[in-house]
């Protein structure tokens, strides 16, 4: 008996394992493949997400430049005027230096015509000539750039008329160019 013990014992161990290999091959390993698929998945979707959160940013940085370029445009079409008579030459050009007490002060502005810098723009400029010391032709720039308009300062040319050489006594000739929107008045 203890042989034929021996095989039936080995029979059902025999049969066990192979009900346990045959329910892990049927049972347990689409599980498996299951499992790996969901991690694979998993995996993808972290990775859309991370994508996602990229793009978000992008788009919100995006925004912000979008903004930026919007107050900037806003900011110099407030600044472009396409109506710019003789009458407001006078008022913005023969303000500036008014309060500073700039001795000799002459001004003279040229019509509109089309800018060689920014096309599609058209400038008027005015040749300013005046005589002060150094400070004054700063406290100047600084007013004739805080303008509601765009002006820009070229060809500064400062000579000293004391001819001592002990005071800061100086005369200054310039051209301020005010820009316009094309269809102004000429």
């Not at 007490?101 to 400029?125: I, Y």
């Not at 150094?134 to 040319?157: C, H, K």
């Amino acid at each position: 008996m203890n042989r034929q013990m021996v095989i039936v014992a080995g029979a059902i161990a025999l049969a066990g394992f192979l009900l346990l290999a045959g329910g892990w091959f049927f049972l347990l390993s689409p599980m498996n493949a299951r499992i790996a698929a969901a991690r694979s998945d998993l995996a993808g979707a972290r990775s859309q997400l991370e994508d996602a959160k990229s793009k978000a940013k992008e788009y919100e940085k995006f925004q912000a430049e979008a903004e930026n370029v919007r107050h900037q445009l806003d900011f110099y079409t407030s600044r472009l005027d396409s109506k710019f008579s003789y009458g407001d030459q006078v008022r913005i050009f023969g303000s500036l230096g008014k309060d500073l007490r700039l001795a000799n002060l002459t001004w003279t502005p040229d019509k509109a015509h089309p800018s060689k810098e920014f096309p599609g723009m058209e400038e008027v400029d005015a040749r300013f000539q005046f005589q002060s010391d150094y400070d004054s032709v700063g406290y100047f720039l600084n007013e004739a750039n805080s303008q509601r308009r765009i002006i820009v300062p070229t060809d500064l040319i400062l000579t000293s008329f004391d001819p001592t050489g002990r005071k800061s006594s100086l005369t200054a000739s310039l051209t301020l160019q005010l820009y316009l929107s094309p269809g102004g008045k000429r």
